[in-house]
């Protein structure tokens, strides 16, 4: 009986901090599945906000498990439980940007950039309507131009600095403000007419 015990014991389901480490430790394929199925939701989620085609979204979630678990030994958190988890899914969701931004640039998606005015860069304060719900902003977003989306997308969502939008995007400081800009502008044009409320200006 007591045997029994222990080795139930032993069985137990692995969370996802004990699959990352099984799979930094040996590559272990029960690890690399119980990442997968725990963060695939997640991680397409992230690929749909910067590819319209949905075939093309869920080969962009398969290439950055890939490249996830080519580097999964370069992870490295101090952390545990809850914030372990939050650590490792933040770094997933780099790697699925920079596969997502790479598809996008071999595309030439993001090469149509408008010229930008001084104008525009002062007055880059642009204030989404409160009503605009996280649901309504995605439904919009691909009304957006490319450019203009990925920024949003970058800055607004993933969370990366004007500084790190434009290494990423190879553009300068100023377009990605002016463009992030432009993109808050047309949300909520878009937003208002979706609900029939007219614009105040």
């Known amino acids: ?16 901090e004990d699959a990352v480490k099984g799979c ?5 394929e029960r690890s690399k599945e119980l990442i997968y199925k725990s963060c695939y939701g997640y991680v397409r989620a992230i690929t749909m906000r910067y590819v319209k085609n949905e075939f093309d979204a869920e080969e962009l979630t398969n290439e950055s498990f890939i490249r996830a678990f080519s580097k999964i030994a370069t ?9 372990f988890e939050k650590s490792f899914r933040a770094w997933l969701a780099r790697i699925a940007v920079n596969i997502s931004i790479d598809f ?14 001084e104008s525009e860069i002062e007055q880059q304060r642009v204030e989404v309507s409160g ?3 996280v649901e309504d902003i995605m439904k919009l977003l691909f009304q957006l131009p490319e ?21 990423l995007l190879a553009i300068p400081e100023s377009t990605s403000r002016t463009y992030l800009t432009r993109a808050k502008k047309k949300l909520r044009q878009l937003y208002l007419a979706s609900t029939n409320i007219t614009a105040r200006f």
């Open 131 to 133: 009503n605009l719900h």
């Open 104 to 117: 996008l640039r071999a595309q030439k998606q993001l090469l149509a950039l408008d010229d930008v005015s």
């Open 24 to 28: 930094v430790q040996n590559g272990d």
């Open 1 to 16: 009986m007591s045997f029994n015990i222990r080795y139930s014991k032993r069985k137990h389901a692995l969370s996802l």
């Open 75 to 83: 992870f490295n958190s101090g952390e545990s439980g809850d914030r």
């Open 147 to 167: 450019i203009q989306r990925t920024i949003f997308n970058l800055y607004e969502v993933e969370g990366y600095s004007h500084e790190e939008v434009s290494a």
